[in-house]
């Protein structure tokens, strides 16, 4: 069950561009209890009339004190996603409640190797298991599969293509790839998993997050690698009016 938390006033103080359509909002959140990586929170829009419009976003970042990181991509015709995205200025102010979600969390304490398997906007949680683990001085050896659709659509790129002992990322293009690249566009499969990934045997644990039909197909063919069920977390998302 989905704990009760209460709206929390949170005030925009940094944005990084992302992408075209996305950027990263750092918002300053007055009384905030903290989270773990992997957790999402619940944004609350009000406008001058009262209407009021809110959507979860998976966090991006450990805590840093009262400051969380949020990386929102702009839906055609959202209600919230735009004005995060597109809008949204230094020093304006929304609502955020949270944390919340329990399962599909990475703590610094865990020894199993990880291997992190992300959809498009999906990256998100799983960059917030990246940095955690780094933070936290983390000896953890992790792997990231990052499928997305062309090179500039890459969340976090410069940060990734920074050395990172024990961090090892792998791209997969499904609709343009790279000049040079030897794999094709096309979706994620097997050998992508086998290649970019550990071995069932060393018994990693898997985080698996993008949009549904993406994430049913990752977690399937991990089953085939032979990864066990209990080691599979997945979180999904799918259209929602943004």
């Not at 959202?78 to 949204?88: H, I, K, R, T």
């Not at 659709?149 to 790279?178: F, H, I, K």
């Amino acid at each position: 069950m989905r704990r009760r938390h209460a709206w929390r006033p949170a005030e925009l103080v940094a944005v990084k561009q992302e992408t075209p359509t996305a950027r990263t909002l750092r918002l300053r959140v007055s009384g905030w209890p903290g989270h773990l990586a992997g957790q999402h929170v619940d944004v609350r829009l009000t406008a001058e009339d009262g209407y009021t419009a809110q959507r979860s976003y998976s966090l991006a970042a450990p805590a840093d004190g009262d400051v969380i990181e949020l990386t929102v991509e702009s839906v055609p015709d959202g209600e919230v996603s735009p004005y995060l995205a597109e809008v949204m200025e230094v020093g304006d102010r929304i609502e955020v409640r949270g944390p919340v979600g329990g399962w599909f969390v990475w703590r610094p304490g865990s020894n199993p190797p990880v291997l992190l398997v992300g959809g498009g906007a999906g990256i998100v949680p799983l960059m917030a298991m990246i940095r955690a683990r780094r933070q936290a001085g983390s000896r953890v050896p992790f792997r990231l599969v990052y499928s997305l659709r062309a090179p500039d659509r890459r969340y976090y790129a410069d940060e990734l293509r920074t050395p990172d002992p024990g961090l090892d990322v792998t791209y997969l293009y499904t609709r343009s790839a790279p000049d040079g690249s030897s794999r094709p566009p096309r979706r994620i499969m097997l050998d992508d998993l086998a290649e970019g990934g550990w071995p069932a045997a060393f018994e990693p644990d898997c985080f698996v997050c993008g949009p549904t039909g993406f994430v049913e197909t990752a977690a399937d063919l991990l089953l085939a690698l032979g990864h066990a069920p209990e080691r599979i977390r997945t979180e999904r998302f799918g259209p929602t009016g943004g």
